[in-house]
């Protein structure tokens, strides 16, 4: 059985910095490129970029640029995704995600606030 | 970059009646990088839909998509009380560069 467990919710200061992981099982970790997702509080799902296990590659959403860093440990069969310079806007459940074709498997989310 | 606009933004329907979703891209793409996903409040999105017409594993054959070039459609025959959920559109493939979501349909009970 697929499994993509993440790590528990964060509360973090404006400024701050974030990183959550993505522990997976149940299939050989370098097959798929890991996804992560991003979604506000009663609005819809936003990429915000990938990892390719295999060699490391990483392709981000032009609006995270700069900002998030996705990254892969074949060791471990986890993958990362770090978020800095938080804001309030970035208040949201992140998810991580794979598939050959379209996300077939999703993590079950992590809640990250925002707050003063 | 490809831009996603889905329609209706909400469709109150009742159990029984059947569902059409639309789904229009700025740009035309190949079918085979068009995904739907369902997604129920407090649970991660699921897979319904890839290659604008296979079912995922485990989806009903109530549940079909179609489509090409810029406009895709996911129909849902006969609703369930159970598929009253939100629905994405996901345009995917690094060839596309992204995996852009639409805003998403509301699928709610009449």
């Known amino acids: 059985e697929v499994q993509l467990v993440q790590s528990g919710a964060e509360v973090k200061k404006p400024g701050a910095t974030v990183k959550i992981s993505c522990k997976v099982s149940?299939?050989?970790?370098?097959?798929?490129?890991m996804h992560w997702v991003q979604q506000a509080p009663g609005k819809g799902l936003e990429w915000m970029g990938l990892v390719d296990p295999e060699d490391g590659e990483t392709i981000y959403a032009e609006k995270f640029q700069g900002r998030v860093t996705i990254t892969a440990d074949t060791s471990t069969d986890t993958t990362y995704m770090e978020l800095s310079s938080l804001r309030s806007e970035d208040t949201a459940v992140y998810y991580c995600a794979t598939g050959w074709s379209g996300f077939f498997y999703w993590g079950q989310g992590t809640l990250v606030t925002v707050s003063s | 970059e490809i831009v996603l606009t889905q329609s209706p933004g909400t469709l109150s329907l009742s159990p029984g009646e059947r569902a059409t979703l639309s789904c229009r891209a700025s740009?035309?793409?190949?079918?085979?990088?068009l995904a739907w996903y369902q997604q129920k409040p407090g649970q991660a999105p699921r897979l319904l839909i890839y290659?604008?017409?296979s079912r995922a594993t485990g989806i009903p054959d109530r549940f079909s998509g179609s489509g090409s070039g810029t406009d895709f459609t996911l129909t849902i025959s006969r609703l369930e009380p159970e598929d009253f959920a939100v629905y994405y559109c996901?345009?995917?493939?690094?060839?596309?560069?992204?995996?852009?979501f639409g805003p998403g349909t509301k699928v709610d009970i009449k």
């Open positions: 149940g299939y050989t970790f370098t097959d798929y490129n």
């Open positions: 740009q035309s793409f190949s079918s085979s990088y």
């Open positions: 290659g604008a017409s």
């Open positions: 996901q345009q995917y493939g690094r060839s596309l560069s992204g995996f852009t």
